[in-house]
């Protein structure tokens, strides 16, 4: 943990230097809330009768204490101060101009009762609970309709305690969808930051509906057997700024979604402006998901300095005939891979439908899709890309990336069309046309200076560390 610890300091330092104030949104820079600017008014849970003995539940002192601050809300503000020590709780609900702060060695542990995480109402863009029909708990960490909120603190930790839940859904004797850690909806102006969030029950951090959400220089752990336990999970959302992470979980390290089949595309709010930098993580699934729930549309992603390590795959698009929506203009570069199974994975026949009402002719579109400056060592095989018959993603394409590949078949292609450059091993036949001159504009973003990357050398950002 000390080398982590030394890795997420030297990504806040990169941070401090790279980005501009908050009052400006830029596709491309996440910028920074100036944490220097106290609320000014502040009280500890300790003052509500909270204990911090790992054993007393707390639900209600967190709840009086955030109805005690809501008072201040057009006041500047309010600040609830978590000190060291084991604070067992339920869920409790955030309210705007909120600053939740836990302090060095804070431990907010999640009850072990699902009687303390109550049921709520499915998401309209997902028609019922992501695991079973009906409602889904509350996350340990709720809030809705909210501006102007941060959870953020001296690198304290949020502990969902999730084996029961992983047990319960192992078991099969779930009665709702598992809960997420932390999920707010509805809300603008968002950051968290500086904190250590473990074993979620379900996904750790998931912003659905938000706007002007910044998530940075946070630690997301869970066992790699623990299931669904993706890190980040932007969900219909837009300006999403997710830079300087740490994760290792069982599930996705980023997922970005959009609602689920034909309650998503009538809920009709994209995935958009969503920025992704220096991540570091490993997992059993994908570093950087799109989907499976994708059905508002996603675009305008754009990650860069990604670090992938030990897991089944690096860059994953899933979506299936049903999900409608579409997928366009992303733009993934400089990304190192070590000991990943599959480096780019497309999957147009996922599946996983949330009911017999599924439109099979709602077809997902998959377009402009730009992967370059990739190396990777000990990866298993290049490329798995898989369209969908009569419905091909197109503009797919792959400049500089190199990879030491064990397969002796390293990609496997079908219903797709797109261009490579610089492509080692040598790209599937349907994206072997060469991008430069031809074919520049029908590729997302591919600026000129990409014409010499062979001179480039995209680990630099790393290895200067």
Known sequence: MKRLSTLVDVFLVLALFSCSTWTVWSSSCCNQINLKEIRPHSVSITEFGAVGDGITLNTKAFQNAIFYLNSFADKGGAKLFVPAGQWLTGSFDLISHLTLWLDKDAVILGSTNSDDWPVVDPLPSYGRGRELPGGRHK???????????????????????????????????????????????????????????????????????????????????????????????????????????????????ISIKSGWDG??????????????????????????????????????VHAEDIYVFDSRSAIRIKTSPGRGGYVRNVYISNMILANVDIAIRFTGLYGEHPDDTCDPNALPVIEKITIKDVTGEKVKRAGLIEGIKGDNFVNICLSNITLNVRSKIPWNCSYVKGYSDLVSPEACEPLKERIFPEHISDCYYIPNHLKNLSNQNSGAWLLSW
């Not at 909806?185 to 938000?210: A, E, K």
Request: aromatic share 8%; glycine share 10%; proline share 5%.
């Open 139 to 253: 996350s340990l960490i709720y809030g809705r309709n909210l501006t102007d909120v941060v959870i953020t603190g001296n690198n304290g930790t949020i502990d969902g305690q999730g084996s029961v839940w992983w047990n319960k859904f192992w078991n099969k004797t779930l009665d709702y969808t598992r809960p997420h850690l932390v999920e707010l909806m509805n809300s603008t102006g968002v950051l968290i930051s500086n904190i250590t969030f473990l074993n979620s029950p379900f996904w750790t951090i998931h912003p659905v509906y938000c706007s002007n959400v910044i998530i940075r220089n946070v630690t997301i752990l869970a066992p790699q057997s623990s299931p669904n336990t993706d890190g980040i999970d932007p969900d219909s959302s837009d300006n999403v700024c997710i830079e300087d992470c740490y994760i290792s979980t069982g599930d996705d390290l």
């Open 263 to 300: 309650y998503g595309i009538s809920f009709g709010r994209p995935s958009t402006n969503i920025n992704i930098r220096r991540l570091i993580g490993k997992t059993t699934s994908a570093g950087i998901a799109i989907g499976s729930e994708m059905s508002g549309g996603v675009s305008e």
